[in-house]
């Protein structure tokens, strides 16, 4: 077994989470892509509690849940912090993660995913937490000063793939005129040089998504 094994998915923004990091600090590691329609018995036994990716298994000992995993890798590697180093700032870069993974994903998965009412006030509510995002941003490139960090890694969903996942549903809901603080932090992000030859192909993910979009269709027609 390598050193460094990362089970995931490479269309996944907590994958990428996982890899972005282990790309900054330049360690190796081998990538096994996952089937989340038939998981492999290895990720089953790597995490048999929430069964899902990413997980990291480092020298046969596993690690789940991405932004765990991130930080696992900035205290275990040498090489740029990812986390700051000031506790402080540690904290802040905390909370602004835990806010994209509770309160903005839920939202923003209904937003985009849902129909009807549900999905109607699932945008306004997206809205009013993209302002909070917004009201953090407005004098800073990121979200613990100049530097791409522990909690923009976090809003790599936000960041990235809901603008795709907006083309493939021909509903766009972000943009530069109602959220402009929050559009140049995601241009900012796209050109970030830690990560920037790292993202998955645009290409790959609006294919992915629209056949999602189309499958939903089909399935809410037949009915």
Known sequence: MAELKL???????????VEWALK???????????E??????????SNPIHKKIPVLIHNGKPICESMIIVEYIDETFEGPFILPKDPYDRAIARFWAKFFDEKCM?????????SGEESDKAKEELG?????????????KFFVGDKFGFADMAGNLMAYWMAIVEEAS???????????????????????????????????????FNARFQAAAAASASK
């Not at 089970?7 to 989470?17: A, K, M, T, W």
């Not at 839920?106 to 937003?111: E, L, Q, T």
């Not at 009013?128 to 800073?140: F, M, R, V, Y």
């Open 128 to 140: 009013e937490l993209i302002k909070i995002l917004e009201n953090e941003l407005k004098d800073k």
């Open 24 to 34: 900054i600090k330049g360690v190796e590691y081998e990538f096994v892509e996952e």
């Open 36 to 45: 989340l329609q038939n998981k492999s018995p290895l990720l089953l036994e």
């Open 7 to 17: 089970l995931g998915v490479s269309l996944s923004p907590f994958s990428r989470r």
């Open 170 to 208: 021909g509903n766009v809901f972000v943009t530069s005129e109602k959220f402009p603080i929050f559009c140049a932090w995601r241009d900012e992000y796209a050109n970030c040089s830690p990560i920037k030859e790292h993202f998955p192909p645009r290409e790959a993910l609006l294919a992915h």
């Open 106 to 114: 839920p939202v923003m998965g209904k937003a985009l995913f849902g």
